[in-house]
């Protein structure tokens, strides 16, 4: 399909730099097939879901991802160098993409925490070999240090990853330190934060036990390739990153007990929707996953495993743009992103969010 099929007009003014406080305060457009978008509020999910419907949460945990350091080859002049890490590939290894990225090429040194004349900063330092480099400025470093070792590095040295929109506007502060992670992050791998999931607080969990609607976690660590842009004029020449997911054998056959019960599959955010369309059977069972995906969902994609999408609002000609379109219908997103537009609903990772209910096909 035509990108520009996806592209739509976005005030600037709509773009949320920080959260609502509380979470669940946030606004919630609900978009059910054949029906007006209708406003509502997050706080008001035990209402609108049924007893016996399943919410899928990414228990994913954002780490500080993004790294400054000081490329070093021979006796050159070192280049400042920021890496932002993305994909882990072994116990001493990430992939990353590193601005600016001509300067790299394989065999190069880079110390992590070096200051412009290449000493270690109070905190220490954190050495690694170009390993490969790859394109759009994507390189595999080989770090010096391995396991949990590197990650107590990285911990130490590095800064969180805030999206690129929020980021260019206003830098990384305390705040964002707990904003910037759902209430049930536990598995530390994602640069990028399943945002959907940001809305939840520990009464509004409470309060959709009590109104029957089961929970499951899983796993998919966002990938920096989230933020990319899609330079293609096809979806069809488009390439999407694999992030690393998984969905334990409890949890699968949990979700396919709902199924079975006449539940619904509520998934909380298009990461646990991509992670649950990958390990899906054709006739929507979950089988247990644990290994990378790279599924792009677009218009024509067949649903097997989740009927209601929770999400936030996302950019103008983005795969997850593509992807809800893919869910409700690019009619009834366009209708429902008009709406959001006019109220002045707040987008993107700290905005609003929405309720999708799946098109009927």
């Known amino acids: 399909m035509r990108v520009d099929l996806f592209d739509f007009d976005l005030p600037e003014a709509l773009i949320a730099l920080r959260p609502v406080v509380p979470r669940d305060a946030a606004r919630l457009l609900v978009v059910r097939p054949g029906e007006n978008p209708a406003d509502a509020a997050v706080r008001d ?12 949460f990414n228990d994913t945990r954002v780490i500080p991802a993004r790294l400054r350091g000081l490329r070093t080859r021979g006796e050159a002049p070192g280049v400042r160098i920021e890496a932002m890490l993305h994909r882990r590939e072994a116990p001493d290894r990430w992939r990353a993409f590193a601005r600016p990225g001509k300067r790299l090429r394989a065999g190069d040194r880079v110390r992590f925490g070096a200051g412009p004349d290449g000493a270690a900063c109070d905190l220490g330092h954190l050495d690694a070999t170009v390993a490969e480099r790859g394109d759009g400025g994507e390189v ?8 949990a070792y590197l990650d107590e590095a990285v911990a130490r ?16 502060d305390a705040r964002d330190a707990a904003d ?29 036990d009590a109104a029957g609607l089961a929970q499951v976690r899983v796993t998919l660590h966002v ?6 842009p899609v330079k293609a004029q096809d979806t069809a020449d488009h390439r999407m990153h694999a992030e690393f997911g998984e ?38 069972t979950v089988r247990p996953f644990a290994g990378t995906t790279e599924i792009f ?7 097997r495993a989740v009927d209601v999408l929770m999400t936030n609002f996302h950019l103008p000609r983005s795969t997850l743009f593509m992807l809800v379109s893919a869910f409700a219908g690019l009619d009834a997103m366009r209708s429902a992103y008009a709406h ?8 993107y990772s700290y905005g609003d969010s929405s309720l999708l209910f799946r098109a009927e096909t």
């Open 223 to 228: 990938g920096a390739g989230t933020f990319l």
């Open 140 to 147: 595999t470093l080989a770090f010096d240090l391995a396991g």
């Open 45 to 56: 999910l035990p209402d609108l879901l049924r007893p016996g419907d399943c919410l899928v």
């Open 180 to 208: 910037y992670q759902t209430v049930f992050a536990r598995e530390p791998g994602a640069v990028a934060a399943p945002t959907a999931g940001l809305h939840f607080t520990p009464d509004l969990l409470a309060r959709l």
């Open 157 to 172: 040295l590095g800064e969180l990853p805030l999206p690129p929109y929020i980021a260019g506007r206003r830098p990384a």
């Open 247 to 284: 969905i334990t054998p409890e949890a699968a056959a949990a979700l396919n007990r709902v199924r079975r019960e006449g539940g619904r599959i509520v998934a909380v955010g298009t990461t646990a929707l991509r992670l649950l369309e990958s390990a899906a059977e054709p006739d929507g």
């Open 340 to 347: 959001a537009i006019a109220r002045g609903y707040r987008f």
């Open 297 to 303: 969902i677009t218009p024509g994609h067949r649903f």
